[in-house]
């Protein structure tokens, strides 16, 4: 079909400038991943946990960090699995667990428990938090492991004292309530605010820079050359409109899946958040259409897109979550099509929403499409018939 080949053709051009190796491939994750790391401490900061074997005192400091609620936790299977985590900021701590801490330390050992961190975020904090609560379950072995020396009583049967001992002493009762509604859930990974946030920025800025490879087909002669064989002109105008639509699905998808894998966002269900990137590509492929149509000067049309882009994802909560936004401002995000497609991905990725919760932004996205493309159709065809 040449429409499809017309399509293909564009996304080629795409990804042959080598620009694109860094705009399109490294660019977007390293501002995630910056993102992520500065000011995704606004969530709860998680720590990580690796236990080399299992044991009476490390399974209770186990259930001691669990029970935190300075931070959430999770468990990994081995030490460089939750290296890497720490590494990529998929959480913001490690603890490192030993094996057979119940015999090093009844046998009068030291216990080595290790805590790495990264020097950007919550490891100062976190390291006192996990030391006190390491302390609390140790310190009766530390005194049952004297009581056995001193008594010759077996170390099991001296702990038990030592737990009973500090369980009657009166501890003091600390009440928590909270005001209001969170804004975010509490469960909510450091990387799944920005991420839909640059999903957005970055599928509607590479597609609108579109509309200049579109001049430039037309100022080449590329598109007259088209037109003398026997394609009709509506193949031309759907093939032109599908290669636009074809890169901002490229871009898109590379984002959704790179930061999946990369950084363990949830991108809720598979088809639901494809649709939504499908219905957000088409409004910036069709105003990439009527950008290309309108300009004559490729370079005009790249300046003034990087303008729109800019300024529709600052309006539109690409910049500042559409949470944080006054009731005003909010309304004039939901009047640009990024407003709509995060609050679409904020149903999939915060809310655990399904396709069903995000039909209505769908709708919304396609009726922007609609409208773009028929404008875009009338003009391109326009400019087309009277060269």
């Known amino acids: 079909m040449k429409a499809l080949a017309i399509a293909y053709s564009n996304l080629r051009r795409m990804l042959r400038d080598r620009s694109s190796i860094f705009f399109v491939f490294i660019f977007p994750i390293a501002i995630i991943l910056l993102v992520g790391i500065q000011f995704g401490g606004g969530v709860r900061p998680e720590v990580g946990i690796y236990q080399d074997g299992a044991g009476g005192l490390s399974d209770a400091v186990v259930a001691e960090l669990e029970a935190s609620t300075a931070f959430l936790t999770e468990r990994f299977d081995s030490e460089e699995d939750l290296i890497t985590a720490v590494e990529r900021g998929m959480v913001n701590a490690g603890v490192f667990l030993p094996a057979d801490m119940d015999g090093t330390i009844s046998g009068g050992g030291m216990a080595h428990i290790e805590f790495v961190a990264r020097p950007d975020g919550f490891g100062t904090e976190l390291q006192t938090i996990v030391t006190s609560a390491v302390s609390r379950v140790l310190a009766p072995a530390g005194a049952a492991r004297f009581a056995a020396a001193e008594t010759g009583t077996g170390f099991d049967e001296a702990l038990e004292v030592a737990r009973e001992a500090v369980g009657s002493f009166p501890g003091v009762e600390v009440s928590v309530s909270r005001l209001g509604e969170s804004l975010f859930p509490e469960g909510m990974g450091r990387f799944d605010l920005g991420a839909p946030q640059q999903l957005v920025l970055f599928t509607f800025i590479t597609t609108l820079s579109g509309s200049a490879a579109l001049i430039l087909s037309r100022k080449l002669g590329i598109t007259s050359r088209m037109l003398a064989t026997p394609t009709p002109l509506r193949t031309v105008i759907v093939g032109e409109s599908l290669g636009r639509a074809f890169v901002g699905m490229f871009q898109g998808t590379y984002i959704l899946v790179a930061t999946m894998l990369l950084f363990g966002v949830d991108w809720g269900d598979p088809l639901a958040a494809l649709l939504l990137l499908a219905a957000f590509t088409a409004v910036a492929a069709g105003a990439a259409m009527l950008m290309g149509s309108t ?36 309304r004039v995000a939901m009047a640009t099509p990024h407003g709509w497609a995060l609050q679409g991905y904020a149903d999939l990725v915060r809310a655990d929403g399904g396709l069903m919760d995000v039909l209505p932004e769908i709708g919304v996205l396609a009726a922007y499409a609609l409208v773009l493309f028929a404008l875009a159709t009338w003009r391109l065809r326009r400019t087309l018939t009277s060269g």
């Open 295 to 330: 300009f004559s000067n490729e370079n005009q049309a790249g300046g003034i897109s990087i303008l729109v882009s800019l300024g529709l994802a600052a309006l539109g909560g690409s910049m500042l979550p559409l949470e944080l936004f006054p009731p005003g401002m909010r």
